[in-house]
Structure formats: structure tokens, C-alpha cells
């Protein structure tokens, strides 16, 4: 077994990996090329080959700025030997930094879920792939008064994303994200579409964003990737009407199913409204967390 750094001459056979062990969450090559490109993320990528030189596990931890409880492991993998070598790598990176936790996800029921387990991880949180299926056009969103909604426009993008940091304030563990990585990840990604952002304003305030996309590796399905309000437009029916507004987009080019990931304790309600307009929980993806020092 041989754990060495992730290069960027792996990401197709990675890209490749990741979707087949683990197919609910598929990966491609454009959003493997963007997390490994994010210069402001402290990020350390590794791939894992067995014994005949095949790659057969891919690893990345994220150590978040300011945090200093726990490493994030993000493992795409066969729950198997090289699994394993990838978790004791990941646990030593912990141990090396002084954190004294490490924090994996899974997908509830899965093999790599019950590795985990096995190591003495315990589930601290959940959150969910949610998918709505589109029979027919979707209803028409009705606006609070005041607002006024429309496709991102140049030089809107720090104000969108100042408004996300600050919808995102109160959620589970949600760090400060540089605004230069937000803008690496959302505006420079190779698939970005300003006219599938929806920008609701009121006044010159953004009241709050639907930051949409095509779900990677997911044909025609689109991607809800964030969707936030301020808490100020709170309780007015505003985050509704956005949802709503993504699913008609996306229905107008002719996408007919549309998903996003939610935290499954999210304080504002989200689950619920999801729900209520039509949504059902696909996936349950577990956090799970072992104490490493």
C-alpha cells in the first residue's frame, strides 16, 4: 500500500474512481480540477495505491481557518484495506496538527460508513441530498413586497457573496468562507452560468440568492448550490419563491429534476420548506466524528 500526494495528471483516473465507488455522489473532472485549484483553501490531497500500483482510494483533508477542533476527511473509496490506509493517514494529519478530532462523511447504510464505525467513529449530524422530480411546469413564485429578482449582472458577485456569509451565519459549523475562494469555487468554475443565478434585491440590499448549477455528473438534473436569505426578509415566503424560480429555470431549458444538500438540523426551516414544495430526501449523508489525539 503507498499513499502519495494527488497530482493534477490523476484527476481523470480519480474523477473516474470517485464516481464508481461511490455513485450516488458522482465526481467529475471539472469539480475535482476546481477543489484542487483553490488557492485559498488549506487543502492536502493524497491517492492511495494498492500493492500492484493501482490507484484505488483518493483522500483530502480540509483544515479550517480559525476552527482548530477538528479536520475535515472528504474519502472516495471501496470500503476495504486501502480505505483504511487512507483514514490512518488522515487521522496521523490530525494528530500532526494538534487537532484533536477528525470528521468523515458518509452516506447512512454504506459500506464506508460502517469502516467507520468500525474505527470507533460516532454519528454527530446528518444532512441530505434532496430531489424534486418535475412532472409539469412548476408554479409561478410570488414575490414579498418590495422585491425585485433577476440573473446575477456584472460586479453583483461580492455583494451576493457577502449576503450568502451572512445567510449562512447561523448554520452547523459553517466557517468564514475567504470571499476569494467562494468567488474560486462559484464565478470561476468552468461551469458557470450567471443567468442560472437568481439575485432577489430590495432596493439597492440583497435580500437574499439562489446560487444555481447543473449537478455535476448528473445529467440534466440541475443543482441548487446555495440558497440563502438575510435574516431581515426572514418568514416572508422569500426563500420559497427562489426555490421556485430555480425549479422554472430549470424547467425552461429543459432540466426536470432538481436537487440540493441541506443540514437535516438546519435552524431556519429549510427541510420543511423543501418539502413543501414538492422536495424528497434522495440521500442521508452522515457526519461522522472520532476523537484522534
Not at 500500500?1 to 450516488?24: C, Q, W
Request: aromatic residues 8%.
Amino acid at each position: 500500500m503507498n499513499v502519495r500526494p494527488f497530482v493534477e495528471a490523476d484527476i481523470p483516473a480519480v474523477a473516474a474512481l470517485a464516481s464508481e465507488t461511490i455513485p450516488e455522489l458522482p465526481l467529475t473532472e471539472t469539480e475535482l480540477r476546481t477543489w484542487f485549484t483553490n488557492p485559498a483553501a488549506d487543502s492536502t490531497f493524497v491517492v492511495v495505491e494498492d500493492d500492484e500500483g493501482r490507484l484505488s482510494a483518493y483522500a483530502d483533508v480540509l483544515d479550517l481557518e480559525g476552527e482548530r477542533r477538528r479536520l475535515w476527511l472528504d474519502l472516495r473509496a471501496r470500503p476495504d484495506a486501502t480505505a483504511e490506509a487512507a483514514v490512518d493517514w488522515a487521522e496521523g494529519i490530525a494528530r500532526e496538527r494538534g487537532l484533536p478530532a477528525l470528521n468523515a462523511t458518509a452516506i447512512a447504510g454504506s459500506g464506508l460508513a460502517d469502516l467507520f464505525g468500525g474505527r470507533g467513529y460516532r454519528q454527530i449530524r446528518s444532512s441530505f441530498r434532496m430531489l424534486i422530480e418535475l412532472e409539469a411546469p412548476p408554479p409561478q413564485p410570488e414575490w414579498p413586497a418590495g422585491i425585485v429578482t433577476r440573473p446575477l449582472e456584472p460586479g453583483e458577485e461580492r455583494a451576493v457573496y457577502e449576503a450568502m456569509e451572512e445567510a449562512f451565519a447561523d448554520a452547523w459549523e459553517h466557517p468564514e468562507v475567504p470571499s476569494e475562494a467562494w468567488t474560486h469555487i462559484m464565478v470561476e468554475a468552468e461551469d458557470f452560468d450567471p443567468a442560472l443565478w437568481h439575485v432577489a434585491r430590495d432596493g439597492a440590499e440583497v435580500a437574499g440568492a439562489a446560487v444555481c448549477r447543473y449537478a455535476p455528473g448528473r445529467p440534466g438534473v440541475g443543482w441548487v448550490r446555495q440558497l440563502g436569505v438575510r435574516s431581515p426578509w426572514r418568514r416572508r415566503g422569500l426563500g420559497t419563491a427562489l426555490l421556485l424560480v430555480s425549479f422554472r429555470t430549470f424547467w425552461e431549458r429543459g432540466a426536470h429534476a432538481v436537487g440540493l444538500g441541506v443540514d437535516g438540523e438546519n435552524t431556519t426551516g429549510a427541510v420543511a420548506l423543501y418539502e413543501r414544495a414538492g422536495m424528497h430526501v434522495e440521500h442521508r449523508i452522515d457526519q461522522l466524528e472520532r476523537e484522534v489525539s
